[in-house]
Every structure is written in C-alpha cells, then in structure tokens.
C-alpha cells in the first residue's frame, strides 16, 4: 500500500493540491542529528529550476511534528508535514473523464471513482516531496555510517554523459540546474529542455545513482536482495520506466570473459578490478560502489493536442492540457533517486544486522 520498508518505513499521505502532504517514519532510533539546513539545501534540489520545471512555486518548509527533542531523534516515529500553498486546481475535474494520455487519471479513476483527481492525486510527482525530507533524514543516518550517497542526471532526451563518472561529480551536480556533472553538458540538457517546452513537448532521460562504502554482504537470500529491493524503490518513483545495475542491459550482449570482474587483494582486502557487476552479487554488495541508472519516460502532461477519450461519453476526443507541468522530471527526480537509495540502503542494513537501532 503507502508504506514502503521492513526495519525503517515510510508512509506516504496526502495528495497535490490537498492542505498538505507529508510521511511517517519509523525505525530511526534515538540520538540522530536531524540537521534541518541540510534537510531544506536536499529539498532545494528536488524544487523545479525556472524554465526547465514547473512554475508552481512551493517553498516546501519541512516541518517535523514528532519523533524529535532538541534537534535529535528520540527514537519515536518521525512524523513529517509540507504545505501546499500554490495550488490552481482548476485544469484538473476534466481529467476524470477525459484521462490525461500516459498520466496515471485513467487506472486512478477506473478502480477508485473517488479518486482526488487535482494535480493527480496521490500519483502526483509532488508526493515525492516529504520522501525527499525522509530520506535526508536516512541519508544523515548512513553518514554516520560513512556511507555515501549521490546521483547525478546521465542523459535527457539525446544529451548524454559519456564520462566515467564517480561520488565528486555527483557532489558536483548539486552546483548544475539539470543535476548534469559540468557545465557545458548543463548547458546541452538545459537548451534541450527549452527546445522540446517551446514546442509544447517533453522530454525524459537517465539518473544515475552511486553509494560508496558499503559494507559486503548488504542484502538478503533470494526475494530481498539488494538488487530487488533497489528496483522496488525506484520503481515506485513516478515516471520511473526501467532500471538497471551496472553494465545492466550491456551485460546481456557481452561475453563472460569482458564482463566477469577479476578479484584482487590491495593491503589486506578484496576488491575486484573492474566494476561492471555494479558492486552487488548474488543480491549483496560486493563492497565495490554500487552504480545503477534509473530511465525516466517524458513528463506525460503536454501542451500539444492529444487523443484521449471521453469516458462519459464513450467517444474519442481531442484533448489539450493547460496548468503548470515540468517539460522534464529528470533534473528534480535525481533528489528523489537519491532519497529513496537512502532509505532502502539503511532498511537494508539495518535488516542485514550491519546498524543498530
Ligand atoms: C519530481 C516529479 C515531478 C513530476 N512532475 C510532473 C508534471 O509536472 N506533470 C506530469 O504530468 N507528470 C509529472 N510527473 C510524473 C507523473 O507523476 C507520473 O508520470 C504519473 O503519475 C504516472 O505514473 P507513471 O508514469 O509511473 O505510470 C512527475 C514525476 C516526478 C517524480
């Protein structure tokens, strides 16, 4: 249902253009500096850039109302709340009979007739914005572990990163509107962006995510491996379309001996010369970095005229969609990517033994 985690979880409520949105997390134990600067500078990365994202202007003010004395956790479930301030849900009543192509208003209104079709409900990217402050919070968590999280975008639309890339770029990404590791690949997304919005259209693209130091052995035998635990989370990321783990669709073309990774031993431990397995194995981590990219479709909300259907009706109509839509997910979601890794890497090693709560 809403609550994703075994040892931590996160339970997701609220909807778009209701009061407000908000989670509950629990399993975070006492003593945890919840950092609220870095909790707002992590929801700053998900707000849309002017130009490339949506002109709904949210100031998303964290706000936690339990789980927390003095700044420090104390071990009560975390309950966090946002305001929405900026709605305009007037585009939107249409939608539950004429369902919005590639938008979730279709299977919404078709099982639930009650669904609370303003600015897509629950299904909408807005709903990504207290998972960004919860995972912070998981994130905060890991780094007392040493671990380190960071994604970064990979492509949107044909602009694509070619470079090998590791945790400074995606440190360096903070610095670039489009979440890109320089500037002029910045520079290449963001024209692209412009270039598909003035038509009316959108556009996707890749985040590749990276966590450093983890322990070996993270994950567990068969249906929660790491690998497929990984894959739940981001799948449940709107817009999310595919998902792959190192060389990952590659591997499948390669022959054993290019991608086998050999091991060695430097100073007293084993790593392996190469990372084309994407630091996990037989769903654990291999102690190696873990690298794996999440492929976003366009932003299903355009402003062209598409084919939809009157459900009312029963007949085929024209559709053009106002309101204000990001032209692509991409630059924000790498936050979210790097927010629901964090929560998923601390559940998992909490489960695994490797923290205590
Ligand atoms: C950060 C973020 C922002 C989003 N913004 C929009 C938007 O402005 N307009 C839109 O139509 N979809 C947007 N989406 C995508 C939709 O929520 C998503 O495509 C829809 O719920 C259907 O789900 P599905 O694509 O996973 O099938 C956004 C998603 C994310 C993660």
Excluded at 6 to 17: E, N, V
Excluded at 85 to 109: C, I, L, M, N
Excluded at 231 to 252: C, N, T, Y
Excluded at 261 to 279: A, C, L, R, W
Aim: hydrophobic share 35%; proline share 4%.
């Amino acid at each position: 249902m809403n609550t994703i985690g075994t040892d931590i979880r996160i339970t997701l409520w609220g909807s778009s253009h209701g009061s407000h949105i908000g989670c509950v997390l629990e399993g975070i134990g006492g003593g945890l500096d919840l950092d609220m600067e870095r909790i707002t500078a992590e929801m700053s990365l998900r707000r849309p850039t002017s130009g490339i994202g949506t002109a709904r202007r949210e100031d998303d003010e964290v706000l936690i109302v339990s789980g927390v004395t003095e700044g420090v956790s104390n071990g009560d479930p975390i309950s966090i709340m946002i305001a929405n301030k900026d709605t305009s849900s007037k585009d939107y009543e249409q939608f539950r009979h004429r369902p919005r192509p590639g938008h979730a208003d279709f299977t919404a209104v078709i099982r639930n007739p009650h669904h609370d079709i303003r600015g897509g409900g629950m299904f909408s990217g807005r709903m990504t914005a207290p998972l960004v402050a919860a995972g912070t919070v998981c994130r905060l968590a890991l780094e007392e572990e040493g671990v380190d999280v960071g994604g970064f975008t990979r492509s949107i639309g044909d602009v694509v990163d070619t470079q090998e890339r590791g945790a400074k770029d995606c440190w360096n990404s903070r610095g670039f509107a489009t979440r890109a590791c320089a500037s002029d690949i910045d520079a290449g997304m963001f024209e692209t962006i412009l270039e598909a919005s003035s038509q009316g259209d959108s556009l996707g693209g890749v985040v590749e995510c990276h966590v450093e130091n983890l322990p070996i052995g993270v994950g567990e035998p068969w249906f929660d491996s790491l690998d497929g635990e990984l894959a739940k989370s981001m799948f449940s990321i709107p817009a999310m379309r595919a998902f792959e783990i190192g060389d990952g669709v590659l591997s499948s073309k390669a022959r054993g001996s290019e991608m086998n990774d050999p091991f060695t031993i430097s100073g007293n431990e084993v790593f392996t010369k190469t990372n084309h397995h994407g630091g996990i194995l037989g769903g654990r981590s291999s102690g190696m970095p873990l690298v794996f990219r999440c492929f976003f479709k366009p932003t299903p909300s355009i402003s062209m005229d598409q084919s939809t259907v009157d459900l009312e009706s029963m007949e085929d109509v024209s559709l053009r969609i106002e309101g204000r839509h990001d032209p692509c997910i991409v630059p924000r979601a790498v936050a979210v990517v790097e927010a629901m890794t964090s929560h998923c890497i601390l559940d998992m090693m909490s489960r695994g033994g490797f923290i205590g709560n």
